[in-house]
């Protein structure tokens, strides 16, 4: 691999700096993701900016009843804190879900929000892919894509966004908190991550050199009746294959609020928002609730190896809501 | 006189040296000047090279050398075309080795072959088997030497009057071994002698093959393997790596050591071949066979015939009066073909094993009762009789220890919440065999013996478990044996493969031991001066036993529970029952028996070669991608056995229990899936999306 040099930031202005005048630089959180692409020679480097060191990595209850995340709290202690349990159940279902208790010990919050895709053909520099070398092709589109997009795919990338965390957070209204080269700035989730388009290298709306610094959880009081449900092709230590983060608010039967993200289908955490309109304020049923994915996946344009994730993206946004319901 | 080693649960004797991380692999033994290195695969699946650049890796900080085929040192054309590495221009598929880097440190030679531009003049390539394919050929026999076809009877008559008939075709694909030791070397020649610390399942035939490539005499050879992270049959003979390194070491006249990467074990190690396996079994209305046909279709490469032996499983498992099994292959721009756990029974038996549950349901019988009416004592293959065969009676146990009776046969007739249970079952048979294999004894003054064997522990406990037959040959209590193997500095033996390494070497060990006490019968106290050692080889032994059949049986169960809606599949448990002549060592017998059916739950839902014709390549090279079965997958996996004698093995009486616990596990969970949800899923691995949306779930 190549050499790098390794940098240890004073605090987020000099880590920010270093970015801004190092054009291979690149920040390092848990290396869970990053190492391993240094390896494959994907992601080459010249300079890490380790950023786990920075005070970041504390989780603070705001007064108005939301929850403050630092972008370095590792994503086991997340997952074992006392009110993101109680309040945020599907935030902690979608941690335990992910990776293996090694790389939870290790992978960060902010890191995993910025984690590549598991492509095969991004993670192979003897294939093309776009996302990796713009202008190359997408492998993939014609390829082995059973594991990759149904929803808002392009020509030129059809990849998928990796994380559980993601989809939790934006079925959960999160907002981003980054450090730019030009300042702070707050960035809701949902407007964090782009379509691939035409320039899938391109995977957020921030700036290069941008530092997520935290992650704000706005006040919720439904989330406390949410979940995650995670499909993988082995019991443990698998990306999902389709993945679905629901918050479930009901007065009586109807459907006061809804919250429902999907994983697995599209190049970012996709908020399956025509579901929710679907069935905010309408008396729930199993049947509503397939008939709100149908709503939101009419869209999907399956490619050969992936028709399976349309069903199955269904069948577990009914599961999920309708544990919801009944609990 | 036996003091009773054998049958003891010993833990492994370097269990400890494993656990404290003293135990050194192939590349882990400290030398003085050591360079490494890292191998170069092509980019091209067939083609020739026409331009090899290496300024840029030279420039590169650290880097010692670009080995490839214009600067390497020469190797004899061997029997082993894979092997003839760095030699020529040609290549023959993607990912063979093309180049290696030799740098002074890991990190370098990484970078160093990422520099290295390599330019191809590529041609149009086949890498995908398909049943219509235009290269089917059949080939002049099967692994290792048996007929490619049999025909017993008239199969087509036979077939054609058979009230009931199951005539289906199964498909599995490309299986990847990932030992978690890769292929790597550390080498080093000096004076003309080279030494290599190696990982393979065999050092006297990697030194063999050393001393043909190198041109030396076998003696200047000597190979090392004392601790090896397994294998599953992809380190049975002298593999890329080794010769590798051992190319590169010679070139920059330094000590180097190569691992493969992950990435790189995917293919050039060989791979279990995928098969097409068309299966036709007719019965009467009791369900005696009356016609078997397996005919089964699989590939190699363009550079060596590796003709698998999948259909070799049905010639002797169950007996009909008409019989038919064929072989064919394809020469294919791929990586050749190598050996997996059970190479030929494992995925036969899935086939046939599978087929005989499907007509198990449709002559209205139950799949126990079906085994057992079709048992037969004598080799419908070889018409001699079987030298001991229990099939039946691991049926019976395994059937009473699983819970089967009163199993209702119907699909989808069992529901617990949103998951649908269903049990299966399959029988499993593997051959008993013995090579010939040499060993040394020696008795010390002290009273201590010392047995010596170029035999491999490749992570099962062989080490262990020849160290108790030899106590017991000795008649000594085991903690006065000592025992040394994994060097070609010691007495030749065959490699651990083909479940035949306990068997080939105890019989070495135990003739020594026999000859050694006959020499200190006239000793006073039976206790030397000096060290006494006694040399045995059975070579003229082995040879001469008579041919017969010899197999050790199982029975395999699984239960399984699916997810109505989603279509996941996950197992609840898995019981075999297996007959395998003696148990040397429960405790690591039991490892291999489960470790063999966990192979199997991941061969039947997890893993597949992902090959994208375009690229000639598996797309999912990385154990992220190419999902093996982890621990959560396994909630409940047990193994039993039967006390069984035969005299007809091996002084020791064992029958070998490396394989034989994959064989048939694959089945067994496949019509566990049918029986939960009625669908009948014909290509592994059977994954949620073949069940999602299928009507007959939810």
Known sequence: ?327 | MSTGAVGRAYPRLEGREKVTGTARYAVEYPVDGITYGWAVPSAVVRGRITRVDTTQALASPGVLAVVHHGNAPRLAPGPEPELWLLQEPAVHYRGQYVAVVVATSLEAAREGARLVRIDYDAGPHSTVLTDDHPGLYQPDHVNPSYPTDTAEGDFDAGYAAAPVRVDVTYRTPAYHNNPMEPHATTAQWRDGRLLVHDSNQGATSVRATLAELFEVPPESVRVVAQHVGGGFGSKGYAKAAVVLTALAARHVDRPVKLALTRQQIFGPIGYRTPTIQRVRLAADADGRLTAICHDAISQTSTIREFAEQTAVYTRSMYAAPHRRTTHRLVRLDVPTPFWMRAPGECPGAYALESAMDELALAVGIDPVELRIRNDTEVDPDQGRPFTSRNLVACLREGAQRFGWTDRDPTPRARRDGRWLIGTGMAGSSYPARARPSSARATARPDGSFLVQINATDIGTGARTAIWQVAADALGVPPERVEIHIGDTALPTAPLAGGSMGTASWSWAVIRAAQTLREKLQDLPGGVPADDVSADADTTDEVGGQPTLPRYAYGAQFAEVRVDADTGEVRLNRMLGVFAAGRVVNPTTARSQLIGGMTMGLSMALHEEGLLDERYGDWVNHDLATYHITGCADVESVEAYWLDEHDDELNPAGVKGIGEIGIVGAAAAIANAVHHATGVRVRDLPIRLDKLVGTSSLA
């Not at chain 1, 009843?65 to 709290?73: D, N, Y």
């Not at chain 1, 279902?93 to 290790?106: D, E, F, H, K």
Request: proline share 7%; with cysteine; aromatic share 4%.
């Open chain 1, 1 to 327: 691999m190549r050499a790098f040099r390794y940098h240890r930031p004073a605090d987020v202005a000099d880590a920010v700096a270093v970015l801004a005048a190092e054009p291979q630089a690149a920040y390092l959180g848990g290396g869970t993701n990053l190492v391993d692409l240094m390896k494959l020679g994907v992601q080459r480097p010249d300079v890490l900016v380790d950023v786990t060191r920075l005070p970041l990595d504390t989780v603070e209850e705001a007064p108005d009843g939301g929850l403050r995340i630092g972008a370095t709290v590792r994503n086991s202690d997340l997952a074992a804190h006392p009110t993101v349990r109680r309040d945020y159940p599907v935030l902690a279902r979608a941690l335990l879900a992910a990776a293996s208790g090694q790389l939870r010990n290790m992978a960060t919050t902010g890191g995993n929000l910025l984690q590549r895709t598991r492509c095969v053909y991004f993670q192979d520099t003897g294939k093309a892919c776009n996302k990796r070398e713009p202008g190359s092709g997408c492998a993939a589109l014609h390829g082995q894509n059973r594991d990759l997009a149904v929803l808002d795919w392009s020509e030129q990338c059809v990849a998928t966004h990796p994380s559980d965390l993601a989809v939790a957070l934006t079925a959960l209204d999160t907002v981003v908190e980054v450090h730019e080269p030009d300042g702070p700035r707050d960035v809701p989730i949902t407007a964090l991550y782009r379509s691939p388009g035409t320039h899938p290298e391109r995977e957020t709306t921030l700036a290069r050199g941008t530092l997520i610094t935290a992650v704000r959880l706005p006040p919720l009081p439904a989330a406390r009746r949410s979940t995650y449900v995670k499909v993988r092709d082995r019991a443990s230590f698998a990306f999902a294959v389709g993945s679905v983060a629901a918050v479930l608010d009901l007065d009586g039967d109807v459907v006061r609020d809804v919250r429902l993200a999907y994983g697995a289908v599209a190049h970012r955490p996709w908020r399956a928002y025509r579901a929710e309109e679907a069935l905010r304020g309408r008396p729930f049923s199993p049947e509503l609730a397939a008939r709100a994915a149908d709503a939101e996946l009419a869209e999907a344009r399956p490619l050969r190896h992936n028709g399976f994730k349309v069903p199955l993206t269904r069948a577990i946004t009914v599961r999920a809501l309708s544990e919801l319901a009944s609990s």
